[in-house]
T-cell receptor, first 118, second 111 residues
């Protein structure tokens, strides 16, 4: 049973460019969340996709956008890259939404994509 | 809004010694709390979680954590550290459809 997979593993871009990162969820999962982990920091929530729609968004500018496909895989797109976008981007998958305070659907994390912006 | 504080950026422990990593949270209701471990170049692996019930929770790799509501804490412990435990440890609290992480504690294990 494959876990969460992400591609590419590493990526180097220059300022102003655009980048697309990809995530395949764990088998049976239908929800994908993206997190940004800057060096020396904890992961920060970017957004979550369920049923091909963005359901929740963290404090990230519109340069960060995403997409979820019918097979539940997801892409994270970042436009007009800044040096500060250099980070490890983590994808997490889960089954269903767990917005209610009394519910939780465990998130399984992929290995991440290391993005370096020069 | 939910928040997590991990006051120790680095901790060095001798192999075989006990370990305690501190975590304080801010949350209005009963929190869902987690500890994750991240080895270099790896994603996050869930060590243990607390939702309700017994305040002492057992996890994988011999780790345990104790939820103390009065102190807003969820400290991670291990009685005897192994060299393979060297990694970054993150405490997290469940928010609305997301996890809110602390800044992490890097554990170094000395021979």
């Amino acid at each position: 049973d494959a876990g969460v997979t992400q591609s590419p593993t590493h990526l180097i871009k220059t300022r102003g460019q655009q980048v697309t990162l990809r995530c395949s969820p764990k088998s049976g999962h239908d929800t994908v969340s993206w997190y940004q982990q800057a060096l020396g920091q904890g992961p920060q929530f970017i957004f979550q996709y369920y049923e091909e729609e963005e359901r929740q968004r963290g404090n990230f500018p519109d340069r960060f956008s995403g997409h979820q496909f019918p097979n539940y895989s997801s892409e994270l797109n970042v436009n007009a890259l800044l040096l500060g976008d250099s980070a490890l981007y983590l994808c997490a998958s889960s089954l269903g939404l767990a917005g209610a305070p009394s519910s939780y659907n465990e998130q399984f994390f992929g290995p991440g994509t290391r993005l370096t912006v020069l | 809004a939910q928040s997590v504080t991990q006051p120790d950026i680095h901790i060095t422990v001798s192999e075989g010694a006990s370990l305690e990593l501190r975590c304080n949270y801010s949350y209005g209701a009963t929190p869902y709390l987690f500890w994750y471990v991240q080895s270099p170049g790896q994603g996050l692996q869930l060590l243990l979680k607390y939702f309700s019930g017994d305040t002492l929770v057992q996890g994988i790799k011999g780790f345990e954590a104790e939820f103390k509501r009065s102190q807003s804490s969820f400290n991670l412990r291990k009685p005897s550290v192994h060299w393979s435990d060297a990694a970054e440890y993150f405490c997290a609290v469940k928010g609305f459809q997301k996890l809110v992480f602390g800044t992490g504690t890097r554990l170094l294990v000395s021979p």
